[in-house]
Nanobody, 130 residues
Framework: QLQLVESGGGLVQPGGSLRLSCAASGFSLDDYVIGWFRQAPGKEREGVSCISSSDSSTYYLDSVKGRFTISRVAAKNTATVYLQMNNLKPEDTAVYYC?????????????????????WGQGTQVTVSS
């Protein structure tokens, strides 16, 4: 059974950096997409960045391009996915979640579809404030 554990959130000033980690275990899929999603109060959840296990292709939300970087370190049946967030802005404040699914279309489309799923873990809070 796939298990995902997010960590690394916190309070940071505008312009600061944070690195989120997602420890994933229990993989039984050869080709999957794993990524980071966020939901701010009163807003819909959105896909921030996703990466494919097969070719490492990535997707980024337009508002985070050039500031966020996703990366993946994989071993047998496990993976750790990082989201390096630089030059953080107050509008990045949200609960950040990690999710993974079998890949059956483009990483971009997968990321957008995954953001609409109903079931999520606890996530990790990121607050950008002075």
């Amino acid at each position: 059974q796939l298990q995902l554990v997010e960590s690394g959130g916190g309070l940071v000033q505008p312009g600061g950096s944070l690195r989120l980690s997602c420890a994933a275990s229990g993989f039984s899929l050869d080709d999957y997409v794993i990524g980071w999603f966020r939901q701010a109060p009163g807003k819909e959840r959105e896909g921030v960045s996703c990466i494919s296990s097969s070719d490492s292709s990535t997707y980024y939300l337009d508002s985070v391009k050039g500031r966020f970087t996703i990366s993946r370190v994989a071993a047998k049946n496990t993976a750790t996915v990082y989201l390096q967030m630089n030059n953080l802005k107050p509008e990045d404040t949200a609960v950040y979640y990690c999710k993974s699914e079998y890949r059956y279309t483009s990483v971009q489309d997968m990321c957008k579809m995954m953001s609409r799923r109903d079931h999520w873990g606890q996530g990790t809070q990121v607050t950008v404030s002075s």
